[in-house]
């Protein structure tokens, strides 16, 4: 079963504007974490934010955790072509030996030039 | 450092063929895990490793089997494949055994026929 949800499923927007991606998951989680994952590579980590956290910066990345409404935002700052990529978010229910992440669906980005 | 490597990238089985699908970390890292990625359906977890020795299954472990003999290597065998194996398998690896960033490959797709 999918624990996070993102929406929207696709976004289009032209470049310098700003993207921005939720995910909605179900259980209480230990951590979230973004990951991005260009078409036919693999998934690269952007960002982790813990439950004690409400929000995190790196770069032009801004990601928001609300664990009261079970939700986590994930912000682009003015948009690059390169941006255009297929978002993730994946939670971690308690950080045991061995805890899975559990992934979703993903919001595929495209950045027109 | 090569980070994680899969082989092979693509692959053409017909159904009951068994092959096995190589994954190889060089980061010293704990934790390694295979997921497989269809269309609609996120990443899901088949089968992951907290150290040499040590495996257990995922969300959808069956028709898979996995070994870790070495902390480098986490190997992949499909025993008789079949059409519902067609997928996007990706292996990814962290350092710590209960949490942190994934690592992961470049993927292998599998077309069983």
């Known amino acids: 079963s999918q624990q996070g949800e993102e929406d929207p499923q696709a976004l289009s927007i032209q470049e310098g504007e700003n993207a921005t991606m939720n995910c909605s998951y179900k259980?209480?989680?230990?951590?979230l974490q973004w990951y991005r994952q260009n078409s036919g590579r693999g998934l690269v980590h952007l960002i982790l934010i813990r439950s004690n956290e409400r929000e995190k910066h790196s770069g032009r990345l801004r990601v928001t955790l609300d664990t009261s409404k079970k939700s986590s935002s994930l912000l682009i700052t003015a948009s690059r072509a390169a941006d255009t990529a297929s978002y993730f978010c994946?939670?971690?229910?308690?950080?045991?030996?061995?805890?899975?992440?559990?992934f979703g669906e993903g919001t595929q980005l495209t950045v027109n030039p | 450092n090569a980070g994680v490597t899969q082989t092979p990238k693509f692959q053409v089985l017909k159904t009951g063929q068994s092959m096995t699908l190589q994954c190889a970390q060089d980061m010293n890292h704990e934790y390694m895990s295979w997921y497989r990625q269809d269309p609609g359906m996120g990443l899901r977890l088949i089968h992951y490793s907290v150290g040499a020795g040590i495996t257990d299954q995922g969300e959808v472990p069956n028709g898979y089997n996995v070994s870790r003999s070495t902390t480098e290597d986490f190997p992949l065998r499909l025993l008789s494949a079949a059409p519902s194996q067609t997928s996007v398998y990706f292996c990814a690896s962290r350092e710590r055994r209960d949490t942190g960033e994934l690592f992961f490959g470049e993927g292998s797709r599998l077309t069983v026929l």
């Open positions: 994946a939670t971690v229910e308690r950080e045991t030996s061995g805890s899975r992440l559990t």
């Open positions: 259980t209480s989680i230990n951590n």
